[in-house]
């Protein structure tokens, strides 16, 4: 008869539930994990099929008894880096984001809203749009198969021990959150002048020509001046995101170094 001891189940336990807490917590913020339409059964399905593929190849994990206090506080832990891991990356389209909606509030379109089910408010259709294309280029570039081999490395960065996550790595994370704002503006700088000029040009209109209705004609002239410049810059939007994807990842690395306290 094969018996088991409370100390065996609590080691196996262990080595199962700890890194699966953290796989759980990136598959809820990272980018395309999060997508409202992959239903929650598949999330953790693929959460399970992760740490189980990870767990031989971990190390040894702590000899804390998953229900104490101690594996509770280990468990906490492991989904706060998880977090920091999956929101380090959505940082990325939040300046996406940011870009459409400053886009849009130049052409004239922040009136144009869409529902949006993952953040469930109402976003500028440019925005929406310019996720999506984002969204596409991050598949194409496997950067979810990225993001899956950098979850893999987080366990010899940060491994499960009871160390607590350095404060360092907070500090790099709010660091990251901060270029939001200067990614999203360079990223809609050049729609921005050329609208500038446009509203200048329309602006001495108005003075040499006061008769002219400029509300009933700066409007189309603006709209259809920024879908111009949009349609001209798609060629080179790939390559931004691609650049802005690289600096995302290092992001995330410093992150990671940051928070287990490595050089």
Do not use: C
Request: aromatic share 10%.
């Amino acid at each position: 008869m094969i018996t088991f001891t409370s100390s065996q189940l609590d080691l196996w336990l262990a080595t199962f539930m700890f890194p699966l807490a953290r796989v759980l917590a990136l598959l809820a913020t990272a980018p395309v994990f999060n997508n409202m339409a992959l239903p929650m059964q598949i999330r953790l399905v693929l959460g399970l099929a992760i740490s189980l593929a990870l767990t031989p190849a971990l190390p040894p994990m702590p000899a804390v008894p998953p229900g104490s206090w101690q594996g509770m506080a280990l468990l906490a832990q492991q989904m706060l880096i998880g977090i920091a891991l999956g929101f380090t990356l959505r940082l990325v389209f939040a300046a996406v984001d940011m870009a459409g909606s400053l886009m849009g509030l130049q052409m004239g379109l922040s009136f144009a809203v869409f529902y949006d089910p993952q953040s469930g408010s109402q976003t500028p259709v440019l925005s929406e749009f310019l996720g999506l294309l984002a969204l596409l280029l991050f598949l194409a570039m496997n950067g979810h198969l990225l993001a899956l081999s950098v979850l893999a490395e987080s366990f010899s960065l940060l491994p499960v021990t009871l160390t607590p996550f350095a404060a360092k790595g907070f500090t790099a994370l709010v660091a990251s959150a901060t270029t939001i704002f200067s990614i999203g503006l360079l990223l809609a700088l050049p729609l921005i002048a050329a609208l500038l000029i446009i509203n200048i040009a329309l602006g001495v209109l108005a003075r040499l020509a006061p008769q002219l209705n400029i509300f009933a004609v700066g409007f189309p002239v603006t709209l259809a001046a920024g879908f111009v410049v949009l349609f001209l810059s798609m060629p080179f939007f790939g390559a931004a995101i691609e650049r802005l994807y690289d600096g995302g990842f290092a992001s995330l690395a410093g992150v990671m170094r940051a928070g287990g306290a490595l050089p």
